[in-house]
T-cell receptor, first 113, second 118 residues
Framework: LAKTTQPISMDSYEGQEVNITCSHNNIATNDYITWYQQFPSQGPRFIIQGYKTKVTNEVASLFIPADRKSSTLSLPRVSLSDTAVYYCLVGDGASGGSYIPTFGRGTSLIVHP | DAGVTQSPTHLIKTRGQQVTLRCSPKSGHDTVSWYQQALGQGPQFIFQYYEEEERQRGNFPDRFSGHQFPNYSSELNVNALLLGDSALYLC?????????????????FGPGTRLTVT
């Protein structure tokens, strides 16, 4: 099974850049890496997805090294509204082409004024 | 453009009862997945429906069953409720993916149904 490991919690301040790293040593060849954001009592919200190297959109960047055994979500200039739980998601590497999306335990990011 | 909708918002049931939760996917999406999220935990994958069939299933007992209708909406049924079934149940929709697509998996989640079993 592909297992993800993330820090349980992180603290930052408004205006800073935040980098959250996820380890996924058993990632399968066909797996993409996807990050979600979740606020209390809401469903997760898609942030960014990538396969290798670097991906950037209007809210975040995703850095993936060549071996793909980890990934780093980068949030530029965070604000108080970025306080949330962030999940790294990869497949479980099951054989036969099946794909079981497996959320990690998530990283609770708290942004302070 | 309506996103993913779920009903009801909250539900209280007694142990042993049965419950049905409903989900309408985002417009244009054909795949629906269901997740269970216990307090303080990440979402756990229950199953996924595509073309009205269960395509993938997580580690959940047969008490959890589902259905997808021709309009892509879906239901989650849970029989013989246990206290441990109390959780936030999330529905997520996406476009079909598979081996040739490289397992891209951008999902759109609904607000969830909070189920309390007493």
């Amino acid at each position: 099974l592909a297992k993800t490991t993330q820090p349980i919690s992180m603290d930052s301040y408004e205006g800073q850049e935040v980098n959250i790293t996820c380890s996924h040593n058993n990632i399968a060849t066909n797996d993409y890496i996807t990050w979600y954001q979740q606020f209390p009592s809401q469903g997760p919200r898609f942030i960014i997805q990538g396969y290798k190297t670097k991906v950037t959109n209007e809210v975040a960047s995703l850095f993936i090294p060549a071996d793909r055994k980890s990934s780093t979500l980068s949030l530029p200039r965070v604000s108080l509204s970025d306080t949330a739980v962030y999940y790294c998601l990869v497949g479980d590497g099951a054989s036969g082409g099946s794909y079981i999306p497996t959320f990690g335990r998530g990283t609770s990011l708290i942004v302070h004024p | 453009d309506a996103g993913v909708t779920q009903s009801p918002t909250h539900l209280i049931k007694t142990r042993g009862q049965q419950v049905t939760l409903r989900c309408s996917p985002k417009s244009g999406h054909d795949t629906v997945s269901w997740y269970q999220q216990a307090l303080g935990q990440g979402p756990q994958f229950i199953f996924q429906y595509y073309e009205e069939e269960e395509r993938q299933r997580g580690n959940f007992p047969d008490r959890f069953s589902g259905h997808q209708f021709p309009n892509y909406s879906s239901e989650l049924n849970v029989n013989a409720l246990l206290l441990g079934d109390s959780a936030l149940y999330l529905c997520a929709s996406s476009l079909a993916s598979g081996p040739l697509a490289g397992f891209t998996y951008e999902q759109y989640f609904g607000p969830g149904t909070r189920l309390t079993v007493t």
